[in-house]
């Protein structure tokens, strides 16, 4: 059914590799841990071990060297056994970004080893209470006192706040608008900045989603990524990127949840015979097949593009846009392709369909991808 072009056979050893650990380590505890909200970090400490936390950045930085589309099919099969894991994957991905493509040679040297030999994980700080979608309008304030920076504000929704070693902060240095807006790399343990109580989410219970409060927080000068005022270019830098993360999260994810209804609906009898047979569940299959397809075709194209050295800001959100609106009607549909027992926690598609949902709206919401792609047309 995933009927892969890949383009070099290391890519698929690699993919075949990934495939073993995510199905011994990934899908038997997936179900369990989510429900308990236990965070797996021994699962990424297995990944890094495995040279899978840093697979798109180049070897002579501590990388994996591979190209974008082949790391974007390791989070799809990571995606369809357990989406905490995959998502972050992802976010890690993205918070190494600022120090690979925008860091000194010193912070390099610095950060790089733990960063991209997968001992450190990473959280990426954006989002504030009061702004998401307009992260432009982030308040959170570095005012450069002697040698260091002192941060106060508070950074929203958070991905792996708490238990991640890194940590992105994008603040304001400067005017408002966004070119007042900087970014520093900062450890866990950095003094005044603290942890909220994680939300309760509707899904992904175990991927701690946190506030990050900055209380007059020390971040030493040398730690600013790039020159004052960058920081908002190297903050859509990396969501440019990172949304063909969440697009290969929700292909993955769409895949998971399509297997898991052809399975059942194979096996479940129904007047006389397996439910497949029926031409009415054959249709909704066909098309939960097609548009898996068509979204992972456009991610690549989106990847491809992104590995020639050609500009995917517009192809990014196209494939954000299409892979998660896809992953949500496919995974509502398997629901549907189960019946009764679709609705229970004994399957795992009503995991995957409120799993589906997050996706929709992280790393810019489905209307944000709308709007790049409409000022883009209407630009000309
Ligand atoms: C589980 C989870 C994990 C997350 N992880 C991170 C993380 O690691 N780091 C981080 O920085 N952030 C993270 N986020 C935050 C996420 O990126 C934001 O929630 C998202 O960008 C939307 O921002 P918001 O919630 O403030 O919604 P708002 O911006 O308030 O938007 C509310 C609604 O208005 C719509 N809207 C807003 N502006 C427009 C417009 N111009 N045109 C049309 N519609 C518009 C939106 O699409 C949405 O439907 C996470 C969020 C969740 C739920």
């Known amino acids: 059914m995933t009927d892969r072009m890949l383009p070099t056979p290391e890519a698929g050893d690699l993919l075949d590799l990934t495939a073993e650990i995510a199905e011994r380590e990934l899908a038997p505890r997936a179900a369990a841990a989510e429900a308990a909200g236990e965070f797996p970090r021994e699962v990424f400490a297995t990944l890094g071990r495995a040279g899978l936390l840093a697979l798109p950045y180049p070897e002579e930085l501590g990388g994996g060297g591979q190209p974008y589309e082949v790391y974007l099919q390791v989070l799809e099969e ?91 902060l994008m603040v304001r240095t400067g005017d408002t608008g966004a070119k007042g807006i900087s970014c520093l790399v900062t450890p866990a343990a950095t003094p005044g900045m603290a942890f909220a109580t994680p939300e309760h989410k509707m899904g992904m219970m175990s991927s701690p989603t946190a506030q990050v409060i900055l209380d007059g927080a020390q971040v030493p000068a040398e730690d600013l990524v790039g020159a004052p005022g960058d ?30 209804a052809v399975g059942y609906a194979r096996e479940r009898q129904a007047f006389g015979q397996a439910i497949s047979g029926f031409q009415g569940l054959q249709f909704m299959l066909a098309d939960m097949d097609t548009q898996v397809h068509a979204a992972r075709a456009l991610l690549l194209e989106a990847a491809r593009l992104k590995d020639a050295g050609r500009p995917f800001t517009l192809p990014a959100a196209r494939a954000k ?27 795992p598609v009503e995991r995957y369909m409120r799993e589906a949902k997050v996706l929709q709206i992280v790393e810019g919401t489905n209307q944000i991808q709308r709007v790049v792609i409409g000022r883009a047309l209407a630009r000309g």
């Open 78 to 168: 990571l995606a369809a056994r357990w989406m905490t894991v995959s998502l972050g994957v992802s976010v890690h991905v993205l918070s190494c970004f600022p120090v690979v493509a925008w860091g000194s040679d010193d912070q390099r040297d610095r950060w790089l080893p733990t960063m991209l030999g997968g001992q450190a994980l990473g959280a990426y700080c954006l989002s504030e209470p009061h702004c998401g979608s307009d992260a432009a309008a982030l308040t959170t304030r570095a005012e450069l006192v002697g040698d260091r920076y002192r941060v106060t504000g508070t950074k929203a929704w958070i991905t792996h706040a708490g238990v991640a070693d890194f940590y992105n």
């Open 231 to 260: 920081g908002f270019r190297i903050a859509m830098q990396a969501l440019d990127a990172g949304r063909l993360g969440i697009a290969a999260c929700a292909v993955g994810l769409a895949r998971g949840a399509l297997a898991e």
């Open 321 to 347: 846009l299409l892979a998660t609106d896809v992953a949500m009607r496919v995974t509502t549909d398997a629901v549907q392709v189960l019946g009764g027992a679709g609705y229970t926690t004994d399957f």
